[in-house]
């Protein structure tokens, strides 16, 4: 996943249409954009805070109960990744409401 975020990182700051795109998370333009930005960057992020290594794996789950399950030593963690929007005091949903309607 790092590496692959090294590459996209370049690629990004060759492109500023491309990083445009990647940032509108339209999937009809890409197709990870949406699951990049609120799930697996999250889950880099959350990596690279505990210090977790190369060596130390995860399994992506969208479908189950939690999104992802980490290994790393002899520990297992499962996390549940959500993505909070922001909730602008005219909002015509409330928080909660704003999922469904999307």
Known sequence: ????????????QADQGLSSRLRLQDRRQIDCAKTRNEEWLSLKLLADGLGLGDTDTFRW??????????????KI??????????????????????????
Do not use: N
């Not at 789950?61 to 002899?74: K, M, N, Q, S």
């Open 61 to 74: 789950r969208p479908a189950g109960a939690a999104d992802f399950v980490i290994t790393f030593g002899e």
């Open 1 to 12: 996943m790092r590496a692959a975020e090294t590459i996209l990182l370049a690629e990004r």
């Open 77 to 102: 963690v499962t996390i549940q990744c959500t993505m909070a929007y922001d909730e602008p005091s005219d909002a015509r949903f409330r928080a909660g409401h704003l999922y469904r309607k999307e």
